[in-house]
C-alpha cells in the first residue's frame, strides 16, 4: 500500500519538474508570487489558473488570502508526468496536499486518475480586467462603466463561486465609503434590479478588497452563497459606477481606473 506523506514543495517559473516511477502528487492547495495570470501545466497540457492576488504564496497582513484551496479541482501528477508553470518572471509556485509513495508495481487510485484525466476540462480559473476613463478626465456622478466582459463559447461554461476583488485608483482626494460601487450583469440584464430611494447600487468597493489587507479589509467578498453562472454563449459584465453622487476627478496626470479580479470555476465539454 502507498505510504502517504504531506506535500509542500517550491516550483520555479518555467521550470519543468518530472515526477519518480513510484510517485505521485495530490494537489489540494496552490499559492504564487506572480503578479501577473499565470497557468500550472501537467503533462504539459494546461490545468488550473494562479495570480498573486488570489492566491498568495504565503498569508501576511499585506494578503490575508493566503494558500488558495482547490476543493474538488484537486491536481493530480502521476508517475514521470511533467508537471511546471506559468507566471511572471521569477516567481514560484506554492503546492501543497500529498504524496503518495507507492510499492512497486502498486496502480495509481482509480479516483486520483479519473481527476488527473479530468483536470483540463474543469479548473480553477482567474478572470481580471481594467477599465481606465481617461488621463485628466472626470468621471461623472452616476456614470457606470465596464470593467470585465466574458462570453464563454458553446462548449465552455464559468461558475463565479469564490472571491471577487475590485480596486480604485487616482483619485483625487481617495476613495471613501460609499463611492464607488461594482455590479453584475448577464446577458445585459443586471443581476441586483431592485433598489429602494437613494440606496447605492451594487456592492461598494471597499468591501470588495484588493486584495484583503490589515490596511483595509481584513475579509474578502465572495460569492460563494451567490453564485454566478456563465453558460456558453451567455455573457457576464462586470461593471463600476460612481455612486458618490458628485463628479470624481483623478490627480492631475492620470487616469481613474478600476480593476476588477474575480477567481472561478471553467468547465469546457468535449
Known sequence: MAKITPLDKILKVGTEYVTDKREVLVIK??????????????????????????????????????????????????????????????SILRIVGYKAQLD?????????????????????????????????????????NTVISLQPTAIEEYLFNHVVMASVANV???VAAGDWAIRFYLDKMPLE?????????????????????????????TLADFPIDVPGNHILEVKAINTSGVNKSPTTGTSITVTVTMAGKYFRKG
Not at 114 to 136: C, H, L, M, P, Y
Request: charged share 15%; aromatic share 10%; no cysteine.
Open 29 to 90: 492547495k496552490v499559492g504564487t508570487t506572480s503578479t501577473i495570470i499565470g497557468q500550472i501545466y501537467i503533462d504539459r497540457k494546461p490545468t488550473t489558473q494562479v495570480h498573486q492576488t488570489v492566491m498568495p504564496a504565503y498569508k501576511t497582513t499585506s494578503n490575508f488570502m493566503g494558500l488558495f484551496d482547490l476543493g474538488d479541482l484537486y491536481n493530480v501528477v502521476p508517475p514521470e508526468t511533467r508537471i511546471s508553470f506559468t507566471g511572471a518572471s521569477g
Open 104 to 144: 512497486p508495481g502498486e496502480a495509481v487510485e482509480a479516483a486520483l486518475m479519473d481527476r488527473f484525466n479530468n483536470q483540463t476540462k474543469a479548473f480553477w480559473v482567474i478572470v481580471e480586467s481594467s477599465f481606465s476613463k481617461g488621463v485628466d478626465t472626470a468621471w461623472p456622478a452616476g456614470e457606470e
Open 172 to 174: 483625487s482626494g481617495g
Open 193 to 221: 434590479f431592485v433598489y429602494g430611494t437613494t440606496l447605492q447600487l451594487g456592492i461598494d468597493v471597499l468591501s470588495m478588497p484588493r486584495p484583503p489587507a490589515d490596511v483595509t479589509e481584513l475579509t474578502p467578498f
